[in-house]
């Protein structure tokens, strides 16, 4: 690649540097530059190719359990010194610092992929009464000072509360019921050289997210909250309880199939914008299946469309299908949908992007090329500044 072109600037500036300055450049010295170049080109090209393969995907998963900790104290027994000069000699006088820790109250969750995040009291008290199941001691922690108030308590149960002897530490379990799953999402990278090649290979063509402001396409969601990332993105309103219903679906399916599922939904667009939307998605991360549904003002369904990168044919034309099968978007025909969504996402099998593409290569942009060669300039200068600086000379006529 031209990007190799850069290492013609060592090889020049070296020779400018020992015309003018033979004396200072013993042999090995000369190739200092070129080495020092290469290895910063190496490098450089690599992260660059790194950062153009890393794309984020979205992974479902759900609560298994959650967690609540009392306050408690316990005695940190310590030694401290004091540090002190006479004349000019140095001395330490330990002497016994040692103080009681408070600790206020704490809650989290863990899903079924083995992810734990800090909740509030609230999200407990709401997912216990959502399992329906009791809480179960796992651990306890003897208190130094039982008449000590609860720290750090403050709009909790626990404010103005002594903790007592005894401090406890209970779970509260999901029962696994499909009613009862708090779904979570969260974001993580990966690398997918199909974004980043050459797409028409794949018969897709790059849009950029201006363009795809303009056509009115969907991006995809930051994830602000773990527990309230939608499933369907759409041009009309949606039904909050439909909304998360079809969020547990992701969460269900998730750490099961690997599965992220979309569908999307566009007002008074033609059939051409499912095409557009999955250009820009570039087929949808490895783990997606996204569905595209456009209707009309009445919200009735004009048009269906999926796309994935699942080997599954049937499972694309078939939740495609099972669209259009709805006609109207109601509450009910998105609860039918449910069900056969709920039926039949178990068939979603994620593609093996590392292994099938392999092969795809990033090609350089032009801005690669532009650092590149002010790495070469910058790295051939400064190691031939070095060069001139050091102790080293030719001492031969």
Same mark, same amino acid.
């Given at each position: 690649?031209?990007?190799?072109?850069?290492?013609?600037?060592?090889?020049?500036?070296?020779?400018?540097?020992?015309?003018?300055?033979?004396?200072?450049?013993?042999?090995?010295?000369?190739?200092?530059?070129?080495?020092?170049?290469?290895?910063?080109?190496?490098?450089?090209?690599?992260?660059?190719?790194?950062?153009?393969?890393?794309?984020?995907?979205?992974?479902?998963?759900?609560?298994?359990?959650?967690?609540?900790?009392?306050?408690?104290?316990?005695?940190?027994?310590?030694?401290?010194?004091?540090?002190?000069?006479?004349?000019?000699?140095?001395?330490?006088?330990?002497?016994?610092?040692?103080?009681?820790?408070?600790?206020?109250?704490?809650?989290?969750?863990?899903?079924?992929?083995?992810?734990?995040?800090?909740?509030?009291?609230?999200?407990?008290?709401?997912?216990?009464? #959502?399992?329906?199941?009791?809480?179960?001691?796992?651990?306890?922690?003897?208190?130094?000072?039982?008449?000590?108030?609860?720290?750090?308590?403050?709009?909790?149960?626990?404010?103005?509360?002594?903790?007592?002897?005894?401090?406890?530490?209970?779970?509260?379990?999901?029962?696994?019921?499909?009613?009862?799953?708090?779904?979570?999402?969260?974001?993580?990278?990966?690398?997918?050289?199909?974004?980043?090649?050459?797409?028409?290979?794949?018969?897709?063509?790059?849009?950029?997210?201006?363009?795809?402001?303009?056509?009115?396409?969907?991006?995809?969601?930051?994830?602000?909250?773990?527990?309230?990332?939608?499933?369907?993105?759409?041009?009309?309103?949606?039904?909050?309880?439909?909304?998360?219903?079809?969020?547990?679906?992701?969460?269900?399916?998730?750490?099961?199939?690997?599965?992220?599922?979309?569908? #999307?939904?566009?007002?008074?667009?033609?059939?051409?914008?499912?095409?557009?939307?999955?250009?820009?998605?570039?087929?949808?991360?490895?783990?997606?299946?996204?569905?595209?549904?456009?209707?009309?003002?009445?919200?009735?369904?004009?048009?269906?469309?999926?796309?994935?990168?699942?080997?599954?044919?049937?499972?694309?034309?078939?939740?495609?299908?099972?669209?259009?099968?709805?006609?109207?978007?109601?509450?009910?025909?998105?609860?039918?949908?449910?069900?056969?969504?709920?039926?039949?996402?178990?068939?979603?099998?994620?593609?093996?992007?590392?292994?099938?593409?392999?092969?795809?290569?990033?090609?350089?942009?032009?801005?690669?090329?532009?650092?590149?060669?002010?790495?070469?300039?910058?790295?051939?200068?400064?190691?031939?500044?070095?060069?001139?600086?050091?102790?080293?000379?030719?001492?031969?006529?």
């Amino acid at each position: 690649m031209y990007i190799w072109l850069a290492l013609l600037i060592p090889v020049i500036l070296t020779a400018i540097g020992w015309w003018f300055n033979k004396k200072k450049y013993v042999i090995w010295e000369l190739f200092v530059p070129f080495g020092v170049t290469l290895a910063l080109i190496i490098g450089a090209k690599g992260i660059i190719t790194l950062s153009e393969r890393t794309f984020t995907e979205y992974w479902g998963s759900n609560v298994v359990s959650v967690y609540e900790n009392e306050p408690y104290n316990v005695w940190d027994h310590e030694t401290c010194y004091h540090h002190y000069t006479i004349g000019k000699v140095s001395y330490s006088t330990p002497y016994d610092c040692s103080h009681q820790d408070d600790y206020g109250p704490s809650w989290s969750l863990k899903t079924n992929i083995n992810e734990t995040f800090h909740i509030e009291e609230s999200q407990f008290d709401a997912a216990k009464k #959502l399992f329906g199941t009791t809480k179960i001691v796992v651990g306890s922690q003897k208190n130094n000072d039982p008449k000590s108030k609860a720290t750090n308590s403050r709009g909790t149960k626990f404010e103005g509360k002594y903790v007592g002897a005894t401090s406890y530490n209970y779970i509260v379990n999901w029962k696994g019921e499909d009613s009862t799953l708090i779904p979570v999402v969260t974001s993580h990278r990966y690398i997918n050289k199909v974004k980043s090649s050459d797409l028409s290979k794949f018969d897709m063509k790059k849009i950029r997210n201006k363009e795809a402001d303009t056509l009115h396409l969907f991006k995809y969601p930051n994830v602000k909250d773990h527990f309230n990332y939608p499933t369907i993105l759409s041009d009309i309103p949606i039904t909050p309880s439909i909304q998360e219903k079809f969020q547990r679906l992701n969460g269900k399916f998730g750490p099961k199939n690997e599965l992220r599922l979309w569908i #999307l939904v566009f007002n008074n667009h033609n059939p051409n914008i499912a095409k557009l939307q999955e250009d820009y998605w570039v087929r949808g991360n490895m783990n997606e299946l996204v569905v595209c549904i456009g209707v009309n003002n009445q919200r009735k369904i004009e048009w269906t469309d999926a796309f994935s990168w699942t080997k599954n044919t049937s499972l694309i034309n078939g939740v495609e299908e099972e669209a259009g099968n709805m006609r109207f978007l109601t509450d009910d025909t998105w609860n039918d949908y449910y069900e056969y969504l709920n039926s039949n996402l178990n068939t979603f099998q994620r593609r093996d992007f590392a292994k099938e593409f392999n092969y795809l290569t990033v090609d350089p942009k032009g801005w690669h090329a532009i650092v590149i060669f002010i790495i070469a300039i910058l790295a051939s200068i400064g190691a031939n500044m070095w060069v001139i600086k050091n102790e080293f000379e030719n001492n031969k006529e």
